[in-house]
């Protein structure tokens, strides 16, 4: 059996085994400990032929799996005034279940890793702060409901309601941070589309930037306008 993989390739000689186990379809309650001794130590020795450096717990493995083929191929006793003798593969294969348990628990940690990373989350809060004593927007014009249909079908069209391919970096972006940014955007344009302030569309960034604008209107640092119903929402910068 030919083999085109790297020893780094595995975590260590219970990984390799597994995959050798696996690739032999063998059954790894009833090992063939022979067949899977010569196929570890033809790998092995590939890997020497290669002047690859093999980690010393390879090579204690070899040794274990060379004992218990030598205890398997000793006479079996059966006699029924003698204990029966402990299958020479038993500690093997229990340790090789307990390191197959690890590696699923393993994946199943990794996916849910993944999920969590598709999750933005913040502290409850409520969102009627945003709103004035007349139930609109600073502005007078657009109320909590207009923004906030306008921010939803800004995500239908960008399809944000499917799970983005995107990774949790460690610098996170703050609802500070986009005011910031807004403003400068407002400094040097006066007056933009409310879709134009959501120039990166990734989960984090989109929630952040909403709930910024919704800071900066509340604070009164910018206007939300809406000339006619159903037209663009504007956001412009507030009279000094």
Known sequence: MEYALN?????????????????????????KIEEITNQYLDYINKMEEMNLNIASSYLVMSAELLEIKSKMLLPQHNDDN????????ESLVNRLIEYQR?????????NLEEERQMIYTKMPENIKEYLGKDQVINGGEVTLDDLLLAF?????RQKLKQPLNTKVTSKEISVEYRRKSIRKILKAKKRVN?????????????????????EMARAKELLIRQEN???EIICEVANE
């Not at 020893?7 to 090992?31: A, R, T, V």
């Not at 690890?102 to 990794?110: H, M, R």
């Not at 939803?152 to 239908?156: D, I, R, S």
Request: charged fraction near 35%; glycine fraction near 2%.
């Open 102 to 110: 690890y590696k699923d628990l393993t994946s199943e940690f990794k």
């Open 7 to 31: 020893i780094d390739s595995f975590q260590g000689p219970l990984d390799l085994l597994l995959h050798l186990i696996k690739e032999s379809k063998m059954d790894i309650f009833d090992l």
């Open 152 to 156: 939803q079908k800004f995500l239908e």
């Open 194 to 214: 409310f879709t134009e302030l959501f120039d990166v569309v990734t989960r984090e960034y989109v929630v952040v930037t909403f709930l910024a604008i919704l």
């Open 229 to 231: 119903n159903f037209d």
């Open 82 to 89: 003698e204990e029966i003798e402990e299958d020479p593969r």
